[in-house]
């Protein structure tokens, strides 16, 4: 059951955030609302990444028709409203990713990939979307601003469909793309003196699936994803796998706590990388009868975020990190 209870009514020192310094338990883990109104607002936003310090973040707000990645910062233990991140803004730009030691940014765009021409279109799900495909690029920090986004090589950009970059603190990159049925996997690419070898599939999930927007631990100790398969009620749910002396164990469902059935996607984890972030579209439910000052309360959040439009969550991992 999705909440937007006040943080300050809990005491303790385990559950991030989003920064370092405002620090809570949660007497459950039910997913908590990140920034209402502020970030997590009217239009569909998904995909935070912090940096390293918990202090600056990096997301996607998009609708139908368009995609800008944005940033905010954390002042006074509040976020800033958040502006038009400095590479962003021209094209369709979605899903950064950090580095773990924030030195740069991924992210992926529908960005032509000499620069210059159309925006690429995408070919999944048995159709192609005009406009909506992807390559990923790189940006750089540069003390306090970011350079210019350089296209990734064609070792990882194989084909116009390339998105939700995640990074190890080797380099190495975790993305997705269809396969030749248009369903979305996982793949590993291992930087290794200074270049990408070739993508190789992230062995969770089956033929039958699509495996989407890992968020991979620095240490590449466990993996989350979204996944989705005939079996399933939910048209995606959150998964966790460990990683195990031969390679990935069996991947874990989150469970209904955390899966909503409107579908939970774009997986990210916190700076301290114990706590999940993702994007859902579920509202709180409603108990009737009501009295009209909580109707005046759902009033008031429909017009910030509870309007059916994806917006952050996030919960605890120690339920599942605490068992390795």
Same mark, same amino acid.
């Given at each position: 059951m999705r909440t937007s209870i006040v943080l300050s009514a809990f005491a303790g020192l385990v559950f991030l955030t989003g920064g370092p310094v405002i620090q809570v338990t949660l007497e459950d883990n039910s997913p908590r609302l990140f920034s209402p109104g502020v970030i997590s607002g009217a239009a569909d936003d998904m995909s935070p990444a912090f940096s390293p310090d918990g202090r600056m973040v990096f997301f996607t707000r998009s609708n139908a028709s368009s995609s800008t990645i944005m940033m905010s910062w954390l002042r006074n233990g509040h976020w800033s409203t958040p502006a038009i991140a400095p590479f962003s803004g021209e094209w %369709? +730009?979605?899903?950064? /990713?950090?580095? =773990?030691?924030?030195?740069?940014?991924?992210?992926?765009?529908? %960005?032509?990939?000499?620069?210059?021409?159309? =925006?690429? +279109?995408?070919?999944? /799900? $048995?159709?192609?979307? +005009?406009? $909506?495909? $992807?390559?990923?690029?790189?940006?750089? %920090? @540069?003390?306090?601003?970011?350079?210019?986004?350089? %296209?990734? =090589? +064609?070792? !990882?950009? @194989? $084909?116009?469909?390339?998105?939700? =970059? /995640? !990074?190890?603190?080797?380099?190495?990159l975790y993305f997705m793309k269809p396969d030749s049925a248009g369903r979305f996997h996982i793949l590993r690419s291992q930087y290794q003196a200074g270049t990408f070898l070739a993508p190789t599939p992230v062995a969770v999930g089956d033929s039958t699936t699509d495996e989407v927007d890992p968020a991979v631990a620095p240490d590449e100790s466990f993996i989350v994803y979204s996944s989705s398969h005939p079996s399933q009620k939910d048209p995606k749910r959150l998964f966790i796998a460990l990683a195990g002396s031969n390679g990935w164990d069996r991947p874990q469902d989150l469970g209904d706590e955390v899966n909503e059935t409107g579908g939970n996607i774009e997986a990210r984890l916190s700076p301290n990388h114990l706590n999940l972030y993702f994007s859902t579209n579920t509202v709180p439910p409603t108990t009737f009868p009501r009295s009209r000052d909580y109707a005046q309360r759902e009033l008031a959040e429909m017009t910030v975020w509870a309007n059916g439009r994806e917006n952050i969550w996030f919960a605890s991992l120690a339920p599942w990190l605490n068992t390795r």
């Amino acid at each position: 059951m999705r909440t937007s209870i006040v943080l300050s009514a809990f005491a303790g020192l385990v559950f991030l955030t989003g920064g370092p310094v405002i620090q809570v338990t949660l007497e459950d883990n039910s997913p908590r609302l990140f920034s209402p109104g502020v970030i997590s607002g009217a239009a569909d936003d998904m995909s935070p990444a912090f940096s390293p310090d918990g202090r600056m973040v990096f997301f996607t707000r998009s609708n139908a028709s368009s995609s800008t990645i944005m940033m905010s910062w954390l002042r006074n233990g509040h976020w800033s409203t958040p502006a038009i991140a400095p590479f962003s803004g021209e094209w %369709r +730009d979605l899903e950064a /990713s950090m580095a =773990p030691d924030g030195s740069y940014l991924v992210f992926a765009s529908n %960005r032509p990939a000499t620069g210059n021409g159309k =925006p690429l +279109d995408g070919h999944y /799900s $048995g159709r192609t979307v +005009d406009a $909506g495909g $992807g390559n990923l690029w790189k940006v750089e %920090r @540069q003390g306090t601003t970011w350079g210019t986004p350089t %296209r990734l =090589p +064609d070792s !990882i950009n @194989q $084909g116009t469909s390339v998105f939700s =970059p /995640s !990074i190890s603190a080797n380099g190495s990159l975790y993305f997705m793309k269809p396969d030749s049925a248009g369903r979305f996997h996982i793949l590993r690419s291992q930087y290794q003196a200074g270049t990408f070898l070739a993508p190789t599939p992230v062995a969770v999930g089956d033929s039958t699936t699509d495996e989407v927007d890992p968020a991979v631990a620095p240490d590449e100790s466990f993996i989350v994803y979204s996944s989705s398969h005939p079996s399933q009620k939910d048209p995606k749910r959150l998964f966790i796998a460990l990683a195990g002396s031969n390679g990935w164990d069996r991947p874990q469902d989150l469970g209904d706590e955390v899966n909503e059935t409107g579908g939970n996607i774009e997986a990210r984890l916190s700076p301290n990388h114990l706590n999940l972030y993702f994007s859902t579209n579920t509202v709180p439910p409603t108990t009737f009868p009501r009295s009209r000052d909580y109707a005046q309360r759902e009033l008031a959040e429909m017009t910030v975020w509870a309007n059916g439009r994806e917006n952050i969550w996030f919960a605890s991992l120690a339920p599942w990190l605490n068992t390795r």
